[in-house]
C-alpha cells in the first residue's frame, strides 16, 4: 500500500510526543489578554491591550483547541487576562464541552479571577466545566484593593461561593508575596479548607515588566512550607492534577496545601503541557521565547492536515526546561511577556 496515503489521517490524530518523550496532553489557552485587575506582580497599571484583530476569534480558538484535543490533548484550560471578560467566551465553552461528551477530553477547566463567576458559575457547570481555579491572594479587602490595584474582594468571594453551589470544585490560588500576605498565609489554609477548597501557593515568577521590583516580594515556598509545617501536621501527597503543583495532605484540615515552584524546584521532567495565547502564538515552554505562529497558519487557509503538520513542527521543538532566575540586582525581568499574555 502506498506510505502516503495512509500518512495524512495517522498525522491528524497521532500522540504528541516531544524530543525528550514527554507525550502532550495539556492545553492552557489564554482567550485574552484583558482584564479588569492590574495584579502588582502581573500587569502593569497603564497597559496597553492588543488590537481585536490580533485577537484570533472564538471560532479560530475552538478549532486549535480542537486540532489538539485530535492529537491526544485530554486537558483544557481556558485563561488569560480574565477568561470570562471574553465576549462571548460561554459559546467558546460550550462548543468545548462537545469533546467532553465524546470522551475525547476528560476534562475542561479555567483559571480566573472570580470578578465575574458569579454570572456565569451555572452555564458554566451546564457546558460540563468540573473544577476551576480562582485566584486570590488575600482576604482583606483593603489589600485585595491594593494587590489588584482596582480590584473588589466580595464579588470574587461571592463568585466562589455561585461555582460551589452549581456543583464546581474550587481551588484556590494565592501568589506568595514577602510583605504582602505572607502574614495571611495560615489564615488563608484556614479558610480555603474550612469552605472545602484545596488551596495552592505560587512564587512570583519574572514574567514582564511590572512598574516595580518583583525581588522585594519574592517568597520562596520552601519558607512557607516550612511555616506551615510548625503549625499544622502535614504529610507529602501523591495527589496530581495533571499541572506542575505538587501537594502535602494537612492531617487536621483533611485537605490539600500545594506548591508551584519554578524558582526552587524545578519540575520540567514531567512537562506535559504547552500554551496557546489568544493571538495563536504557541509556546512550547512558559519560561522560554521560542514560539510557533499558529494564527498565521489559521489565516492562511490551511486544511486540518497542515494544521496538524505546523503543530508536529512546533513540538519537536520544545526544549527541554526552563531556567528562571530572579536576579536579587533587580535586572529586567528574565521574560518580557506577561504572564497574562502566556495565561500562567
Ligand atoms: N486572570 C486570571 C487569574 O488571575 O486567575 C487568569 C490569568 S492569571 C495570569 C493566572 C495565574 O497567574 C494567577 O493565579 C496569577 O496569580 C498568576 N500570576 C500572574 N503573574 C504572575 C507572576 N509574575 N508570577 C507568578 N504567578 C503569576
Ligand atoms: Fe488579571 Fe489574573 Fe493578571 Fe491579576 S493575575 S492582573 S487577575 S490576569
Partial sequence: MDG????????????????????????????????DFRCQYCMAEAMTFLPKSDLLTLEELDRLCSAFVARGVRRLRLTGGEPLLRRGVMGLVRNLGRHLRTGDLDELTLTTNGSQLARFADDLASAGVRRVNVSLDTLDPDRFRAVTRRGELAPVLDGIRAAQAAGIAVKINTVALRGVNEDEIPRLIEWAHGEGMDITFIET???????????????PLTEVERRIATRWTVAPSGHRTGGPARYVHVAETGRRVGFITPLTHNFCESCNRVRLTCTGTLY???????????????????????LAKAIDAAIARKPRGHDFVIDRLGAPPALARHMSTTGG
Fill in 4 to 35: 502516503t496515503v495512509n500518512q495524512a489521517p495517522r498525522a491528524a490524530s497521532a500522540p504528541l510526543i516531544d524530543p525528550f518523550a514527554r507525550r502532550i496532553t495539556y492545553l492552557r489557552v489564554s482567550v485574552t489578554d484583558r482584564c
Fill in 205 to 219: 515568577m519574572p514574567m514582564g515588566d511590572i512598574d516595580g521590583d518583583r525581588t522585594e516580594h519574592y517568597l
Fill in 284 to 306: 512550547m515552554c512558559l519560561g522560554q521565547e521560542d514560539s510557533a505562529d499558529l494564527r498565521a497558519v489559521l489565516r492562511s487557509g490551511a486544511n486540518d492536515a497542515a
